[in-house]
């Protein structure tokens, strides 16, 4: 756990200083926080009852940057990159992640949707954990996000969102951590 804290404050401390200089290179594009709650539902997708949201113990933060224009990442919708860690103080699971980020707004109003796919590194039990803990299998996982999310204003967003970690059945364990939570970003 120590490590992934390490990482979390270095992931910090090389991109919020980059807010300062955000409008002049156009790269940083929203820095976001919010709180979750943890292991929130027990699967991949949430499309049955079993949610527990008896949790919150999560803090999250990301940072989302525009890719530089280029024929390949326009031909994939131009998404943003996000770098970002979900950190537990219950003394549970923590990850770093970093994913490629879609939103689409929702016809004409401030209302969006976004897509995220990409990796995640876990410290979490690979094997042997005590409930409630998961048996992760792998500490490099995949990480998927969906979220609903609206523009408060022209640079504050506020996002429903749902983030899932998983190995896909390629470690011996893959007991998949799914968080829900909300999240205020501030757009540069």
Not at 51 to 65: G, H, I, M, N
Not at 75 to 90: H, K
Not at 105 to 117: M, V
């Amino acid at each position: 756990m120590k490590h992934l804290v390490t990482a979390l404050v270095l992931l910090a401390g090389a991109t919020l200083p980059q807010a300062a200089f955000a409008q002049e290179d156009g790269m940083l594009d929203e820095i976001r926080a919010g709180v979750f709650f943890h292991s929130a539902y027990d699967g991949f997708l949430p499309t049955g009852d079993n949610w527990d949201l008896s949790r919150l113990e999560d803090v999250k933060v990301s940072a989302l940057f525009n890719l530089p224009a280029h024929p390949v990442v326009e031909f994939i919708g131009s998404p943003r990159l996000e770098v970002g860690g979900t950190l537990n103080f219950a003394g549970w699971e923590n990850l770093i992640h970093a994913n490629l980020n879609w939103q689409f707004g929702l016809f004409d109003t401030p209302l969006y949707i976004e897509l995220g796919f990409g990796g995640a590194l876990t410290d979490a039990a690979l094997d042997g954990a005590p409930s409630p803990g998961r048996d992760m299998g792998c500490p490099l996982n995949f990480y998927d996000t969906a979220g609903i999310g609206a523009h408060v204003t022209e640079n504050v967003t506020v996002t429903l969102r749902y983030e899932h970690i998983s190995n896909l059945d390629l470690c011996e364990n893959n007991d998949g951590l799914s968080n829900l939570g909300l999240m205020v970003g501030f757009t540069f």
